[in-house]
């Protein structure tokens, strides 16, 4: 008998990202203050921390692209049209974020390379590195602020489909719960604060974490499964 993955992957992959979140060595430092903490930092410590939330990202990511293909199954046209928006959004996310994490893996490992004029595969000098670091970190920076906005979107556009395609009662409520906790997140580059991005971004993984869990424990099912069908 087959076990369904996507709640496991819901819950799964927030906890991981967390992990890595709470983990980081940069708290609201920005630039030379930020990439100084970077390069004072254990490499391995890092690429541990980048490849764990790495994984998060692309369990929790999974989890949201098949929860909408399951939600498919059971949905109309329109409500078909509204949900291969919100994959395209997931996927979106997904690559914004792969390109944050290029960026800082290149920051990283740049502060590895040797500094001589006179070797065509080192830099000149430590201006020449730091130029290098710092165009990779804001090329990061600038991935992973668009990141919340897609990802918010899919949420959004989960949350209200799932509304739509079937009347809300009991534990349903939770699917509409991704409606203003996705609208939150999708304003975090717009409201430029650390702090509210702190406060948000827990929110955001915990709403993950709960529907999974609930899936888990058969109190919740995706809208348009057949046990949803059923029990409406």
Not at 76 to 81: A, T, W
Not at 201 to 211: A, G, R
């Amino acid at each position: 008998m087959g076990r369904d993955l996507t709640p496991y992957m819901l819950a799964g992959g927030p906890i991981l990202l967390m992990v890595a979140f709470f983990s980081w060595p940069q708290t609201n430092e920005v630039g030379a203050d930020a990439i100084k903490i970077l390069m004072e930092e254990e490499r391995m410590t890092l690429m541990i921390m980048l490849a764990i939330a790495t994984t998060g990202i692309v369990i929790m990511f999974g989890g949201l692209y098949l929860l909408i293909q399951k939600m498919k199954k059971g949905a109309g046209e329109m409500h078909q049209q509204m949900l291969t928006v919100g994959g395209m959004c997931i996927i979106a996310a997904l690559a914004l974020f792969m390109a944050g994490f290029g960026g800082n893996v290149n920051s990283i490992n740049a502060n590895d390379i040797d500094i001589d004029a006179d070797d065509d595969l080192a830099w000149d000098d430590e201006n020449d590195q730091m130029t290098s670091i710092r165009a990779s970190w804001d090329a990061a920076n600038s991935g992973w602020a668009m990141m919340p906005v897609m990802w918010g979107m899919a949420m959004i556009l989960v949350g209200v489909t799932a509304f739509m395609m079937q009347k809300p009662s009991g534990m349903d409520y939770m699917w509409s719960l991704l409606m203003p906790v996705g609208l939150g997140f999708s304003l975090a580059p717009i409201m430029n604060n650390p702090a509210y991005f702190d406060m948000i971004f827990p929110v955001t993984m915990l709403t993950h974490i709960v529907i999974g869990v609930m899936m888990v424990m058969g109190k919740l099912d995706a809208p348009g499964s057949s046990d949803s069908a059923a029990e409406a």
